[in-house]
């Protein structure tokens, strides 16, 4: 069965701060994807990043960055120099590659407040 | 390129009401997708439609819940009758199946509360 935990139900920093968001995944499938998105205060789902499963190079984004580890199956996600504006809620999915059914499963996703 | 469309944004509606959400998917999306979002948990799936048949319902209430989308753009989804459990924002997600891309699309979302 696919599983995503997302660890950490809230995180409070104050501006300026690094701040890691921890995804742990579990799925037997050997190909999948794994994606993160922001959820502000407005409900909508943002896409930030898609990783396939055989590509386990780190990306970086402006202030975003994210490390896909397959032998600890996980997917952590960094905001450097956080800002106000990156206050939401993130969530971490999963999704088999290939298949005809692409259900995402999703984590329970971070609540992630910055403090001015 | 515009965004998902959905509306409306927010109904409130009492326990044994119906209600019905709309959503316009990103122009040429052929695959969409309603999902319920729970206070304080992830979008989880009703329903996936590739153009105006359906690939997977087997999450949707059936007694309760129905969606369509008859022209393989627009989609509906109701509720008849609500209940209290159903509090929840709606979301309707899309795709493009073309260029191999896995990656859905999100609209704003409808927050319905039953009372």
């Known amino acids: 069965a696919q599983k995503v935990t997302q660890a950490q139900t809230e995180i409070s920093v104050v501006e300026k701060e690094d701040v890691t968001l921890d995804c742990v995944y579990e799925?037997?499938?050997?190909?999948?994807?794994l994606f993160w998105y922001k959820q502000p205060p407005s409900g909508e789902l943002v896409f930030l990043i898609r990783r396939n499963s055989f590509d386990e190079q780190n990306e970086i984004s402006g202030r975003y960055s994210w490390n896909f580890q397959k032998s600890t199956s996980s997917f952590n996600f960094t905001i450097t120099a956080s800002q106000v504006v990156d206050s939401a809620v993130y969530f971490c999915?999963?999704?088999?590659?290939?298949?005809?059914?692409?259900?995402?499963?999703f984590g329970k996703g971070t609540r992630l407040h910055i403090l001015p | 390129e515009a965004g998902v469309a959905q509306s409306p944004r927010y109904k409130i509606i009492e326990k044994r009401q119906s209600v019905a959400f709309w959503c316009n998917p990103i122009s040429g999306h052929a695959t969409l997708y309603w999902y319920q979002q729970i206070l304080g948990q992830g979008p989880k799936l009703l329903i996936q439609?590739?153009?105006?048949?359906?690939?997977?319902d087997s999450q949707l209430p059936k007694d309760r819940f129905s969606a369509e989308r008859l022209k393989g753009v627009d989609s509906t989804l109701k509720i008849q009758p609500a209940k209290l459990e159903d509090s929840a924002v709606y979301l309707c997600a899309s795709r493009s199946t073309s260029g191999g891309t896995d990656t859905q699309y999100f609209g704003p979302g409808t927050r319905l509360t039953v009372l």
């Open positions: 999915a999963l999704k088999a590659a290939g298949n005809r059914d692409d259900k995402i499963i």
């Open positions: 439609f590739q153009n105006n048949g359906v690939v997977d």
């Open positions: 799925t037997r499938d050997t190909t999948y994807y």
